[in-house]
């Protein structure tokens, strides 16, 4: 933060949520004093707490610190040629809203283990900050750290697929969007390998994502600042010998404590470009940073200092980081369309079934036109997220699309998820029922920069 | 191939004409009939020649009021269409970009022929192949429930007479028919509601007056009077049975095709806003940036961006319920869909260009405001919001009209 560390003591702003106008009255200092000594347990103020407790990383509960995994070593490979690249998908000139036989087949097995594993997990993954392990193992199994990566460098992709991306991130976060990000992490910086990498970086880190054991990845692109703009990033890089020197403090770094491998965004001469940290590497810290929603993805801060990396750490161009800051976003919308879906999928039946004034509160236009509006806005992000996509797909500039569909999911499915915990009244606001957290959860649309990418 | 929402290459020509006929034959005219209200648009005559000659030509890809026929034989041949309901809506987009009042009254191209594609037997399309016709559903004592139809249509011999007012009646002095929705039975309620091709000059019609409108005045609104007018039995659409089972089914089913044309109008009207306010914006030094996070530019810039996702949304659903149409999957819940979305953010757009351009948006100087007062209407008519909303409601909560009221 930029806030004056030296301040009178009268000044209260700055933390707990208060502005820099806030001042204490002598009674406000007294009660200050107060609650701070009412906070502590007895033994704090008899002054006997063992300060050791206080080392172990809780990703629940923000500021605790540790460094970077203990990661495997990237065994350096390949040539200094350009890397593999998908080619784009062929149009066939008609207007068509129906997916081809393998994105189907893919939405439908998604669809049941979001259902069948993603979505009874939910709540307790909120709770611990963690997606299960198993369940992330499960995930791999899907293939889906390697849907977008070339088929030649071990993927299954065979053209740009973008639009099976936004598919299958929907069909995901359906489940849950906390676990869907969780296990789409390391598929983002895999795919942004695939299409962006060259051959060295391609050859020395895919295969770990297309092996047995995937790595914990994070695509790394925002920033705890208001007004954020991820192609003015304030982490910077400088060039040092061949390699390049990084310093700044990243966040909404999924599973942060278990990655072995981020790819961040930091400014270069001016330009915002991308850059792979080893997260064992001399100067990463990973501060837990749970925040409203999206719990169950762990997410973290990254604080870069003085960190030294080799050439190769250098991914794409000024361009391609456009690019990915863009399918970044996409991704988030295509997040978004599944948990709106989730939330009208649950108020239909609770609308019919919840009685008021002796017959289904359904019965009531107030209550019918809230879910009808829900319906339509759902359908329209839908659509606006799907075109965005196919134009990725098939190599199309998606520039304006990408940016009306963030507009769109972020103010309507916002407003699908406080509508939802509206409709349920009382009972929507209490961990009974799961529209709380799709509720925080929807707010992170819009703001999100990285951690997933179609 | 994957999915695609671009416009279908062989639909661009007609939209790259229908542009050109807008930009240049609507837009010149269109603050003109807007304050000669009621004055015949003389001009229309020799586009609607142009438009007849290229439907014959087959270069419209049977785009218009009656490209909402849905085409038996086309259900047989497999695989994703593109046809005529997209080609309508398309075209019609573009049409309305220039000017949704001239677009209502282009001769031949009123509601009432896409009421006959719909719901007319194939003798019956025959016979009124080229004639314009109006449609006439709304009285005096309502609006939005259609069930509550009053004006009567009694057999005797081989006529019907119709007995009734009918108000708010688009083009109604201008086209050569009017499709009357009158019951048969009124004791049997919606079953027994059906519509009646009337032509101009039968005995007992009458023009009674035009009405002076918020917007869209290039187009007539007349109410018109039947008072013992005699109508051959031949000239009702579709059965003249009195199915229950089937209910409202049949006259309905006009709605489904005309909801997406109506939400149609509403985006092009809204994007001709758009197009002109990005401009005017632009000569005040602001320009969208879609990189750029939205609140990191200029609050009109950010505004825009809100307005034209919006619109976006309301354009593929006008898409995607015509889409269907052509690909004979039912589509009223898409069509209402589409028509809510676009009938409110029509407005929405309209209005908030306004607002952006300050006192010249509000100005007759330019046609901001007019599109504002035009866009209206298309919240209203074919089924207000509130009775999209309804439609959608029912069908996703699967409840009755008993139910849900």
Redo the contacts between chains.
Sequence with gaps: MAFDPVKSVLSAGGKHGLSENEKRDPIGLAVAALNKLAQSDLIDRLGIRRTSEQTVFRVTSAGFKTAGAAGRAFARAGGKGSGSRVPA????????????ED?QMLVDVVSEFAAEMVRPAAAEANETCAAPEELLKSSLEIGLPILGVAEELGGIATERSA??GVLVHEALAKGDLGIAVAALASGAVATTLSLYGDEQQQATYLPAFAGEDVPAAALVLAEPTA?????APATKATRSGSGFVLNGVKSAVVRGAEAELFLVGAELDGEARLFLVESGTEGVTIESDPSMGVRAAGLTRLVLRDVAVEEIALVGDAKDY?EV??SSRLAWCALALGTAQAV?DYV?PY??EREAFGE?I??R?AV??M???I???L???R??T??A???V??G?DA???????R??CS??GMGIGNDGVQLLGGHGFVKEHPVERWYRDLRAIGLMEGAVLV | MSMNLETPKKIRPLIDQAHQVAMNMLRPISRKYDLAEHEYPKELDMLAAMIDGLADSGASEGAGATGVRRDESAAEKPGNKNGANLASVLSIMEMCWGDVGLTLTMPRQGLGNSAIASVANDEQLKRFEGTWAAMAITEPSFGSDSAAISTTAVKDGDEYILNGEKIFVTSGERADSVVVWATLDKTLGRAAIKSFVVTKGTPGMKVERLEHKLGIRASDTAVITFTDCRVPAANLLGSPEIDTKQGFAGAMATFDNTRPLVAAMAVGCARASLDLTRDILKQAGIEVDYDKPAFNQHAAAATFLQLEADWEAAYLLTLQSAWMADNRTPNSMEASMAKAKAGRVGSDITLRCVELAGTLGYSETELLEKWARDSKILDIFEGTQQIQQLIVARRILNLSSAELK
């Design positions: 998908a062929q149009p066939t000139g008609l207007f068509d809203l129906t997916p081809t994105e639009v099976a007004l954020f703009d991820p192609f456009r800051v863009a009208l239909t609308v019919k289904p359904a019965h236009q019918a036109f879910v009808a509006n319906a339509i806005e359908q329209g992000m659509l606006v799907y075109k996509a196919s134009r797909a098939q199309k520039t304006r699309e990408i940016a009306l569909a507009k769109l103010e309507r």
